[in-house]
């Protein structure tokens, strides 16, 4: 079970659900995949909803690897996530929201 508390989310991968979180090494991993020097242009790009699938995709993978998965992107190419694309958006929206909240959780 995710802990929001923590900056923590749930998302059922292939019927197996798993806890997601932005740690210290996801976020410098998501930078790199995302070729960026900053999290704020993403974070903007999820505020303004002009996100891409790319940005999801990553966003997911580094959630799970924060959260101990170690799989590979390849690994969610083929992979069913219930709820789907809209789903595997809004969890990322939710890390990005968790990973950088001071005060009260959000959902």
Do not use: C, Y
């Not at 923590?6 to 197996?16: H, K, Q």
């Not at 959260?67 to 992107?73: A, E, H, K, L, S």
């Amino acid at each position: 079970m995710a802990n929001p508390w923590a900056g923590e989310v749930a998302l059922t991968v292939d019927g197996e659900p798993r806890v997601l979180k932005l740690t210290l090494g996801a976020l410098a991993e998501l930078e790199a995949a995302l070729q960026e020097d900053t999290l704020i242009g993403l974070i903007e790009r999820f505020e303004a909803r002009r996100f891409s699938s790319r940005d999801v995709l990553a966003l997911v993978v580094a959630g799970l690897r924060g959260g101990g998965w170690t799989g590979q992107t390849a690994d969610l190419l083929a992979a069913e996530i219930e709820g789907g694309p809209i789903e595997a958006a809004r969890v990322a929206g939710v890390l990005l929201v968790r990973a950088f909240q001071t005060s009260a959780v959000a959902g």
